[in-house]
Structure formats: C-alpha cells, structure tokens
C-alpha cells in the first residue's frame, strides 16, 4: 500500500533563508509524487509532480523536489522563502490502479518570520 | 475557464438534516471525486468517477452519497448529517480516467458544519 509520511508538522524559517519540508514515502511501484500547497481559506495548488521523468522536478514559485529512490524520499525546497510561502503543503502519492486516488500525507505548516 | 466550483462555501446543519454539496467543472475532465479534510489528517477520499454514470468509494464513503449523471457535475449528498461530517469538503478534477500520473484540480472546498 502507498503511504507518504511527512516529517514535520510545522517549520518556520525567516524570509530570504531556504525552506526544506521533507516527505517520506512508501509504495510498492514506481510512484507519482506531488507537492501541492494551500492557502489559508483556499483550495489546493498544485505545486509540482514527479511521474518518472527527471528525478529533479522544477514547479511554480521556485519550489523544486529531488525524488530519491534509494531513500524513499521526496523532499521540498525552495533557495529563498517570501512572505507569501507561509502555508500548509501536502505531499502526496497517488494510487497506481485507475482509480485516481491520491494519498495526502499530514501537512506541513510553514510560516515565514520577517 | 472558471475550473472547478463548488458550492455553497459555508454551511450549518443540524443533525439528521440532508443537503447536496454542489461541483462543476468547465474543462471536459473525466475525472472527479471529492475529498474531505480533517485537522491533522490531510485530505481522504470520499466517492470519485471516471465519467458520466460511473462512480465508485473512496476510503471513507459511509455517510455519502454521489452520482455523475454529466460530465461536468458531481453532487454530494449527505442523507442525514452527523456532527462527524462536520469538515471541509474539496472535490478535485482531472482530464483523465484515474492514471496515478494525471493533475488532479482542486475547487475551493465547502466548510460545511453539524451541529
């Protein structure tokens, strides 16, 4: 069974340093890895997607994740965070039959310090 | 195009009473599913589709019910509310018919609560 396990429930980190959230997974396939984000009182984002291409996925906003295999991780990072990054950010792993399910892990609450 | 809608935004029920929670989608999607969000636990799937006049359960389907009778629509329906539905609703689209690697297109979410 797929599972995506999130590390951290809240990072906090000033503006202008780099953000890392981190994101474990587990699956039994070859996996779809996604990023996506929320605003408080909004829907969610999408902020980028690993479906077996390039290990380094570039997505909006400068955020950019490294699918590693070998440690079943899907980590997030961006150089610099804005003031505009602090929201709550999901990694996900979708079902790998026809069924579209994604899997959410906790979230990530990043806030962003002056 | 105006992507995925839902509404209303915000609801109260009292316990026992039934309400539809509306999405539409304007992209041709054959996709759509709804999901619910609890503090703490990310979001879990409800009901999906994979087109018109096909649906089938999510992880947690107990309590709703769904049917797709257009491509663009897909109603929830509570029979009758509980406090345990009190939450936050997303329903979600994609272009295609389930693949693990498809964009999923989340609307704006119904806070809906039971009193």
């Known amino acids: 069974a797929q599972s995506v396990t999130q590390l951290d429930s809240h990072v906090s980190v000033s503006e202008g340093t780099p953000v890392l959230l981190r994101c474990n997974y587990s699956?039994?396939?070859?996996?779809?890895l996604f990023w996506y984000v929320q605003h408080p009182n909004k829907g969610l984002q999408l902020l980028l997607k690993?479906?077996?291409?390039?290990?380094l996925v570039k997505g909006i906003n400068g955020f950019e994740a490294e699918f590693k295999k070998s440690e079943t991780s899907f980590h997030l990072t961006k150089p610099s965070a804005h003031m505009s990054d602090a929201a709550e950010y999901f990694c996900?792993?979708?079902?790998?039959?026809?069924?579209?399910?994604?899997?959410f892990g906790q979230g990530t609450t990043l806030q962003v310090k002056p | 195009n105006a992507g995925v809608t839902q509404t209303p935004k915000f609801q109260v029920l009292k316990t026992g009473q039934s309400m539809t929670l509306q999405c539409a989608q304007d992209?041709?999607?054959?996709?759509m599913s709804w999901y619910r969000q609890d503090p703490g636990m990310g979001l879990r799937l409800i009901h999906y589709?994979?087109?018109?006049?096909?649906?089938d359960q999510g992880e947690v389907p107990n309590g709703y019910n769904v049917s797709r009778s257009t491509t663009e629509d897909f109603p929830l329906r509570l029979l009758s509310a509980a406090p345990s539905q009190t939450s936050v609703y997303f329903c979600?689209?994609?272009?295609?018919?389930?693949?693990?690697?498809?964009?999923?297109?989340f609307g704006p979410g119904t806070r809906l609560t039971v009193l």
């Open positions: 690993y479906t077996s291409a390039a290990t």
């Open positions: 589709s994979v087109g018109a006049g096909i649906t």
């Open positions: 992209m041709n999607h054959e996709y």
């Open positions: 979600a689209s994609s272009i295609g018919s389930g693949a693990s690697t498809d964009t999923q297109y």
């Open positions: 699956s039994s396939y070859s996996p779809s």
């Open positions: 996900v792993v979708s079902d790998p039959g026809n069924t579209g399910k994604l899997i």
